[in-house]
C-alpha cells in the first residue's frame, strides 16, 4: 500500500535511504494484518453535540459540527494493522534502530493509506445511491476529544473484533490502529491540517506528510 519510493522521502534522499526503505516495506508488508469495521448511522443534534443514533457516540466541539453540516448520517470505523506490525518494531529495537525507525513510520502511513481507501470505497458505495460523504476525521484532531476513542470502540465492538483496547492515555493497540468518521450527504470537506490537529508542535509531521 506504500511504496519503498513514497516511503523514502521520508528517510533521507539517495540509494541508502531507498535500500532502508525497501527493507522496512518488506517488513510491514509481512507483517501487517488490515482489518476494519465499520458503519452507518443516522445522527441527532441536541444543545450543539452531535449524536450518534442508537450507539454511545456524541461528537461534541465545532470542528466537527462544521465538517457535518448538512449532514443526516456519519460513516465510522475503526480500522488496524494487527498487533504483529508493533511486535515487529519492539523486536527490530533490539538490534536495528534505524530499520525500526523505518517500520515504525511505514506502518503510520500504512495505516493512513488503508484509511484512504476506506473512505473512499464508501464514497463510490453512496455515490451509487446518489449520495456524498465528507473527508474523515478522527479524535484528537481539533477540538474533538481523544478520549472519544473508548467510545468508538464500544459502539463499534472494535475489541471484540479487532482486539483494540486502549492505554491509560487513550492510545489504541495495537497502536496502528485508527478511528474515524466522516458525514453523510453534506458537502465534501477534509478538515485535516497539522492547525486542526491535538499533536501539532509535538511532532514532526512525518506521519502525515503531503497526505494531509
Given at each position: 500500500?506504500?511504496?519503498?519510493?513514497?516511503?523514502?522521502?521520508?528517510?533521507?534522499?539517495?540509494?541508502?535511504?531507498?535500500?532502508?526503505?525497501?527493507?522496512?516495506?518488506?517488513?510491514?508488508?509481512?507483517?501487517?494484518?488490515?482489518?476494519?469495521?465499520?458503519?452507518?448511522?443516522?445522527?441527532?443534534?441536541?444543545?450543539?453535540?452531535?449524536?450518534?443514533?442508537?450507539?454511545?457516540?456524541?461528537?461534541?466541539?465545532?470542528?466537527?459540527?462544521?465538517?457535518?453540516?448538512?449532514?443526516?448520517?456519519?460513516?465510522?470505523?475503526?480500522?488496524?494493522?494487527?498487533?504483529?506490525?508493533?511486535?515487529?518494531?519492539?523486536?527490530?529495537?533490539?538490534?536495528?534502530?534505524?530499520?525500526?525507525?523505518?517500520?515504525?513510520?511505514?506502518?503510520?502511513?500504512?495505516?493512513?493509506?488503508?484509511?484512504?481507501?476506506?473512505?473512499?470505497?464508501?464514497?463510490?458505495?453512496?455515490?451509487?445511491?446518489?449520495?456524498?460523504?465528507?473527508?474523515?476525521?478522527s479524535c484528537g484532531y481539533g477540538d474533538l476529544p481523544l478520549s472519544l476513542q473508548a467510545d468508538?470502540?464500544?459502539?463499534?465492538?472494535?475489541?471484540?473484533?479487532?482486539?483494540?483496547?486502549?492505554?491509560?492515555?487513550?492510545?489504541?493497540?495495537?497502536?496502528?490502529?485508527?478511528?474515524?468518521?466522516?458525514?453523510?450527504?453534506?458537502?465534501?470537506?477534509?478538515?485535516?491540517?497539522?492547525?486542526?490537529?491535538?499533536?501539532?508542535?509535538?511532532?514532526?509531521?512525518?506521519?502525515?506528510?503531503?497526505?494531509?
Amino acid at each position: 500500500m506504500i511504496t519503498p519510493e513514497e516511503l523514502a522521502k521520508y528517510l533521507g534522499s539517495g540509494d541508502d535511504a531507498l535500500a532502508l526503505a525497501k527493507r522496512a516495506v518488506d517488513v510491514v508488508k509481512g507483517a501487517a494484518a488490515n482489518r476494519c469495521v465499520e458503519a452507518t448511522a443516522g445522527i441527532i443534534r441536541e444543545d450543539g453535540i452531535i449524536k450518534v443514533a442508537n450507539t454511545v457516540l456524541t461528537l461534541p466541539g465545532k470542528d466537527i459540527a462544521q465538517l457535518l453540516e448538512g449532514c443526516d448520517a456519519v460513516y465510522y470505523f475503526c480500522a488496524t494493522l494487527g498487533i504483529e506490525v508493533d511486535r515487529e518494531i519492539e523486536r527490530l529495537k533490539l538490534g536495528d534502530l534505524t530499520l525500526a525507525y523505518a517500520v515504525d513510520l511505514c506502518a503510520g502511513l500504512w495505516v493512513d493509506a488503508y484509511c484512504d481507501e476506506l473512505e473512499e470505497r464508501q464514497r463510490e458505495r453512496l455515490a451509487q445511491k446518489g449520495l456524498t460523504l465528507t473527508g474523515r476525521f478522527s479524535c484528537g484532531y481539533g477540538d474533538l476529544p481523544l478520549s472519544l476513542q473508548a467510545d468508538f470502540i464500544e459502539a463499534l465492538k472494535a475489541d471484540k473484533f479487532l482486539g483494540i483496547r486502549l492505554t491509560a492515555g487513550g492510545m489504541m493497540i495495537p497502536s496502528k490502529s485508527v478511528s474515524a468518521v466522516a458525514g453523510i450527504g453534506g458537502e465534501y470537506k477534509k478538515i485535516r491540517s497539522c492547525d486542526a490537529c491535538a499533536k501539532r508542535g509535538s511532532c514532526d509531521g512525518g506521519l502525515c506528510g503531503d497526505r494531509l
